[in-house]
């Protein structure tokens, strides 16, 4: 896009009401141009009152009729946009002129389209129309219509109707539409007319493709375009024109040579035209002719079929003409029967196989160029039968079961065996899962271990070998316990009893025969089970009471359902639930009591779970009266945790038998008394000493004491047992030794004392209400202590079966026991029982088996007790 000259536009002058044209002039340009135009340099706005226009066509501006307010400056702005580049024109001043307003005039069309139009299908179509004309009121566009404009509705439409497919811009068949711009005032009318072509150079939908065709043939070309208007055929042969004659048929875009010859062979092209364009369409036909030849396509070398199949051997030699096929059988010649068949290819189709078949089968191929042969062999084999298919089968969770598949198959071909379940692959891994194939070539069995519930299903065993495939398909049922009950609730409780309902589990393939309740409370350890109305609750059923619960205990129950296959695991629990409350039905227990001090009756007994306490403010109640009395006394205690009640009253006798039976209560009322216990009230202390009392040392750290028996009754007290008290100091009798005896003892060994140390002792009576008297002190003296020092220098001599001991005697200290012997002890090893020999002497012989060593040890003996030790001497064992 060049620019415009620069030189200056002339002043266009015109009268108030007169139409004008401000011409663009475009520059000299390459492409298309759109056009704009500036108004005193701001963009002319064109409105909406249809006065002004610009056309696209020449860039002209066009003024229907000059109002005041158009004075001014325009300037034409040009774009080419494929360059993307602008021009801006010099402007062009328009003035009023002087000599006052043009008055009403006919409508000039200034801007109209051609008479013909010619456009391609497809393209878009500008005509352009515009009027200058001064008329009284705003000039009116009509309602758009693709084939008129008007500037005034009252003016009546001459368009001619028009129509299209794809648009409506022209008829079918092809015919121009006609096209009318009217624009009038009452000054008069004025139209533009014009016609619109609209074309479509050929375009093909069907070519010709390339042909390689045996002599003899038939060819059949055919070739389709589309246009407007419709394309006219020809044919070409090498360039040159191709009409019908009595061996070629041509109609239109269709070319027919029934019988090819070798002089066919060529270039051809089908030719589309119409006067807007030509199409060619070209490809060619090669006519071959050959003896019979296999090198290309030979006959299949083997094929392998088995017993009662069928088999096709192709026989498809390349030869031009097409051959003659026959076929042998070894030497002999086939014919066609019911179960062998010549196919229109030339192939050999066998059908219900025998062994008989195997062999050699030789395809002949004949033209009248030459004859050509192949062979190949076919090989039989017998055909693969499941004998042995799996069966449906029930199982157990946990078992074991096998699924057989067993099969008969050509020994030739290598079988393979799958299973599947449910339609998805069994990965056979030993140890892996729970499926696993056992058996040799010729069984595929399939073993599942500790078969699951999730095991239920369709099992195929898939038999495959290169020839052929079995399938054989088995259920399984797995059957299993019940799953847990559902939705336990109580729906009712009383103070002993408990409404139940609950919805069936899953019944894993075996019907619920019975269902069970449990129960748990905070008093009992882990879950039990509870009776029941119905005693025996059929899988029916899905409701019953619990009964014999115990009142104003918190419970929880749960359900478990059993078939014929086991007992399923429990429902959930349902939600806490207290029983209401009751009078209290079960007795304390272990009734007893008795001691105390005068004048005392006590009490004891068991105190009730709280389980079976059965509501709030629970105590006891103690009645009791003496042996032999009408009135019974009646106490009650409150606390829960009691397990003791003392009666006191000056004027109970001593150790006399009472009547006594305890009960219990609640905020509910009285409950159950226990049966009747005889209880003794609290006694006296024993009121005598024991006699005769005496102490007698028997070693340096023991002595005994010995006394006589108290004869007892209800006024001396009675005696349970005797208390030893001994101590070192007459005067500090406070921290004294005490040792008890019960029953009709008379004597008893004080053990750990000192040696050689004077002690006090004296003895007393015991029983509940506490001690007696005691008795006058005895004192008595410990022995002094044993000797301090071993046997020492000991020597021994073996003699056949006979040692013989020697040592020297032991000297005691002063404050020691004299000795008074010796005891040998001997023994095999540590852990065996030692023997015992006893002397006065200080030499001794031991007569003993000597098969195996002996351990030997000497200590002192005294009055005062065993002194020590010598150390351990090891005598070996006699050698033989």
């Given at each position: 896009?060049?620019?415009?000259?620069?030189?200056?536009?002339?002043?266009?002058?015109?009268?108030?009401?007169?139409?004008?044209?401000?011409?663009?002039?475009?520059?000299?340009?390459?492409?298309?141009?759109?056009?704009?135009?500036?108004?005193?340099?701001?963009?002319?706005?064109?409105?909406?009152?249809?006065?002004?226009?610009?056309?696209?066509?020449?860039?002209?501006?066009?003024?229907?009729?000059?109002?005041?307010?158009?004075?001014?400056?325009?300037?034409?702005?040009?774009?080419?946009?494929?360059?993307?580049?602008?021009?801006?024109?010099?402007?062009?001043?328009?003035?009023?002129?002087?000599?006052?307003?043009?008055?009403?005039?006919?409508?000039?069309?200034?801007?109209?389209?051609?008479?013909?139009?010619?456009?391609?299908?497809?393209?878009?179509?500008?005509?352009?129309?515009?009027?200058?004309?001064?008329?009284?009121?705003?000039?009116?566009?009509?309602?758009?219509?693709?084939?008129?404009?008007?500037?005034?509705?009252?003016?009546?439409?001459?368009?001619?109707?028009?129509?299209?497919?794809?648009?409506?811009?022209?008829?079918?068949?092809?015919?121009?539409?006609?096209?009318?711009?009217?624009?009038?005032?009452?000054?008069?009318?004025?139209?533009?007319?014009?016609?619109?072509?609209?074309?479509?150079?050929?375009?093909?939908?069907?070519?010709?493709?390339?042909?390689?065709?045996?002599?003899?043939?038939?060819?059949?070309?055919?070739?389709?375009?589309?246009?407007?208007?419709?394309?006219?055929?020809?044919?070409?042969?090498?360039?040159?024109?191709?009409?019908?004659?009595?061996?070629?048929?041509?109609?239109?875009?269709?070319?027919?040579?029934?019988?090819?010859?070798?002089?066919?062979?060529?270039?051809?092209?089908?030719?589309?035209?119409?006067?807007?364009?030509?199409?060619?369409?070209?490809?060619?036909?090669r006519v071959m002719a050959a003896a019979p030849d296999f090198s290309k396509n030979p006959v299949k070398k083997?094929?392998?079929?088995?017993?009662?199949?069928?088999?096709?051997?192709?026989?498809?030699?390349s030869a031009s003409p097409r051959a003659v096929i026959t076929w042998r059988k070894g030497s002999e010649v086939?014919?066609?029967?019911?179960?062998?068949?010549?196919?229109?290819?030339?192939?050999?189709?066998?059908?219900?196989?025998?062994?008989?078949?195997?062999?050699?089968?030789?395809?002949?191929?004949?033209?009248?160029?030459?004859?050509?042969?192949?062979?190949?062999?076919?090989?039989?084999?017998?055909?693969?039968?499941?004998?042995?298919?799996?069966?449906?089968?029930?199982?157990?969770?946990?078992?074991?079961?096998?699924?057989?598949?067993?099969?008969?198959?050509?020994?030739?071909?290598?079988?393979?065996?799958?299973?599947?379940?449910?339609?998805?692959?069994?990965?056979?891994?030993?140890?892996?899962?729970?499926?696993?194939?056992?058996?040799?070539?010729?069984?595929?069995?399939?073993?599942?271990?500790?078969?699951?519930?999730?095991?239920?299903?369709?099992?195929?065993?898939?038999?495959?070998?290169?020839?052929?495939?079995?399938?054989?398909?088995?259920?399984?049922?797995?059957?299993?316990?019940?799953?847990?009950?559902?939705?336990?609730?109580?729906?009712?409780?009383?103070?002993?009893?408990?409404?139940?309902?609950?919805?069936?589990?899953?019944?894993?393939?075996?019907?619920?025969?019975?269902?069970?309740?449990?129960?748990?409370?905070?008093?009992?350890?882990?879950?039990?089970?509870?009776?029941?109305?119905?005693?025996v609750i059929n899988g029916r059923t899905h409701k019953a009471t619990v009964v014999d619960l115990s009142p104003?205990?918190?419970?929880?129950?749960?359900?478990?359902?059993?078939?014929?296959?086991?007992?399923?695991?429990?429902?959930?629990?349902?939600?806490?639930?207290?029983?209401?409350?009751?009078?209290?039905?079960?007795?304390?227990?272990?009734?007893?009591?008795?001691?105390?001090?005068?004048?005392?009756?006590?009490?004891?007994?068991?105190?009730?779970?709280?389980?079976?306490?059965?509501?709030?403010?629970?105590?006891?109640?103690?009645?009791?009266?003496?042996?032999?009395?009408?009135?019974?006394?009646?106490?009650?205690?409150?606390?829960?945790?009691?397990?003791?009640?003392?009666?006191?009253?000056?004027?109970?006798?001593?150790?006399?038998?009472?009547?006594?039976?305890?009960?219990?209560?609640?905020?509910?009322?009285?409950?159950?008394?226990?049966?009747?216990?005889?209880?003794?009230?609290?006694?006296?202390?024993?009121?005598?000493?024991?006699?005769?009392?005496?102490?007698?040392?028997?070693?340096?750290?023991?002595?005994?004491?010995?006394?006589?028996?108290?004869?007892?009754?209800?006024?001396?007290?009675?005696?349970?047992?005797?208390?030893?008290?001994?101590?070192?100091?007459?005067?500090?009798?406070?921290?004294?030794?005490?040792?008890?005896?019960?029953?009709?003892?008379?004597?008893?060994?004080?053990?750990?004392?000192?040696?050689?140390?004077?002690?006090?002792?004296?003895?007393?009576?015991?029983?509940?209400?506490?001690?007696?008297?005691?008795?006058?002190?005895?004192?008595?003296?410990?022995?002094?202590?044993?000797?301090?020092?071993?046997?020492?220098?000991?020597?021994?001599?073996?003699?056949?079966?006979?040692?013989?001991?020697?040592?020297?005697?032991?000297?005691?200290?002063?404050?020691?026991?004299?000795?008074?012997?010796?005891?040998?002890?001997?023994?095999?090893?540590?852990?065996?029982?030692?023997?015992?020999?006893?002397?006065?002497?200080?030499?001794?012989?031991?007569?003993?088996?000597?098969?195996?060593?002996?351990?030997?040890?000497?200590?002192?003996?005294?009055?005062?007790?065993?002194?020590?030790?010598?150390?351990?001497?090891?005598?070996?064992?006699?050698?033989?």
């Open positions: 896009l060049e620019n415009f000259e620069s030189r200056t536009r002339s002043t266009v002058s015109v009268r108030e009401g007169q139409g004008v044209v401000l011409l663009c002039g475009p520059p000299p340009h390459h492409g298309g141009l759109s056009y704009t135009w500036l108004f005193n340099n701001d963009t002319l706005d064109l409105g909406e009152d249809g006065r002004r226009f610009v056309s696209q066509e020449t860039g002209n501006l066009y003024l229907a009729k000059v109002e005041p307010w158009d004075v001014g400056n325009y300037t034409c702005v040009v774009t080419n946009r494929e360059a993307q580049q602008s021009a801006r024109g010099p402007p062009t001043p328009l003035t009023l002129r002087s000599d006052g307003v043009m008055g009403e005039y006919e409508p000039k069309i200034e801007v109209r389209f051609p008479e013909t139009t010619y456009a391609a299908k497809g393209s878009s179509v500008r005509l352009e129309c515009f009027a200058l004309g001064n008329f009284s009121g705003q000039p009116v566009p009509g309602p758009p219509h693709p084939h008129r404009a008007e500037f005034l509705p009252n003016i009546p439409s001459k368009l001619t109707p028009c129509q299209s497919e794809a648009i409506p811009l022209c008829p079918v068949p092809p015919g121009p539409c006609s096209y009318e711009c009217v624009a009038g005032n009452s000054r008069g009318i004025n139209i533009a007319r014009g016609q619109l072509f609209v074309y479509a150079p050929p375009e093909w939908d069907k070519k010709i493709q390339n042909a390689f065709l045996s002599l003899y043939d038939s060819l059949y070309w055919e070739c389709k375009a589309k246009g407007k208007p419709n394309p006219s055929y020809s044919w070409l042969k090498n360039g040159q024109p191709l009409v019908s004659e009595e061996r070629i048929q041509i109609e239109n875009g269709t070319l027919i040579i029934p019988v090819l010859n070798m002089s066919d062979s060529g270039l051809y092209q089908c030719v589309a035209e119409n006067q807007h364009d030509t199409i060619y369409a070209s490809a060619e036909l083997m094929s392998v079929v088995q017993v009662g199949g069928e088999v096709t051997i192709g026989c498809k030699p086939l014919h066609q029967n019911k179960r062998v068949v010549f196919l229109e290819d030339g192939s050999l189709r066998l059908s219900n196989i025998t062994r008989a078949d195997a062999g050699v089968f030789t395809c002949v191929a004949t033209n009248q160029f030459g004859a050509a042969r192949n062979s190949g062999n076919l090989v039989v084999k017998e055909r693969t039968v499941i004998t042995i298919p799996p069966s449906d089968t029930d199982a157990t969770v946990g078992e074991s079961i096998v699924l057989p598949c067993q099969v008969s198959h050509d020994p030739s071909l290598a079988v393979v065996f799958t299973w599947s379940f449910n339609g998805q692959r069994i990965e056979l891994s030993r140890g892996i899962n729970h499926f696993e194939r056992i058996g040799r070539e010729s069984a595929g069995d399939l073993m599942i271990r500790n078969i699951q519930l999730h095991h239920s299903g369709k099992y195929v065993c898939m038999v495959q070998t290169t020839l052929d495939s079995q399938s054989a398909t088995a259920d399984i049922i797995v059957r299993g316990p019940p799953g847990p009950p559902e939705d336990v609730k109580v729906e009712h409780v009383s103070s002993t009893t408990a409404v139940l309902s609950w919805k069936p589990g899953i019944e894993n393939n075996s019907p619920v025969q019975i269902y069970s309740v449990q129960t748990r409370t905070p008093f009992s350890v882990g879950w039990q089970a509870v009776s029941t109305a119905p005693e104003w205990v918190e419970y929880e129950f749960r359900v478990v359902a059993s078939n014929s296959v086991g007992i399923g695991e429990p429902s959930r629990p349902s939600a806490l639930l207290k029983t209401k409350a009751a009078v209290p039905v079960v007795a304390p227990t272990n009734i007893s009591g008795g001691g105390g001090s005068r004048s005392e009756l006590v009490i004891t007994w068991e105190p009730v779970s709280e389980e079976l306490q059965n509501g709030e403010g629970f105590g006891y109640i103690v009645m009791f009266r003496p042996l032999g009395s009408a009135t019974w006394t009646k106490a009650a205690v409150a606390s829960v945790e009691s397990s003791k009640y003392v009666y006191r009253n000056e004027s109970i006798t001593p150790l006399f038998p009472f009547e006594v039976k305890v009960g219990v209560y609640n905020d509910e009322g009285e409950g159950t008394l226990s049966s009747v216990s005889i209880i003794y009230s609290g006694e006296d202390e024993p009121q005598i000493a024991p006699v005769a009392v005496s102490a007698l040392s028997v070693s340096a750290a023991e002595v005994e004491v010995s006394w006589q028996p108290l004869a007892w009754n209800r006024h001396t007290g009675r005696v349970l047992g005797y208390e030893v008290l001994y101590w070192t100091d007459d005067l500090k009798e406070s921290t004294a030794g005490k040792v008890r005896v019960s029953g009709n003892v008379t004597a008893k060994n004080i053990t750990g004392l000192r040696a050689n140390t004077l002690y006090f002792t004296t003895v007393r009576a015991y029983n509940t209400a506490g001690t007696g008297p005691s008795s006058p002190p005895v004192n008595v003296t410990t022995k002094k202590s044993p000797p301090s020092q071993p046997p020492a220098n000991i020597a021994w001599k073996l003699t056949n079966s006979k040692i013989c001991l020697n040592w020297e005697h032991v000297k005691t200290m002063e404050n020691e026991s004299e000795v008074l012997g010796y005891k040998i002890l001997y023994r095999q090893n540590r852990h065996s029982k030692a023997h015992i020999l006893e002397t006065n002497n200080t030499s001794a012989e031991l007569l003993v088996p000597f098969e195996e060593d002996y351990l030997i040890e000497i200590r002192t003996v005294s009055d005062g007790g065993d002194g020590s030790s010598s150390e351990e001497i090891r005598i070996p064992k006699i050698s033989s």
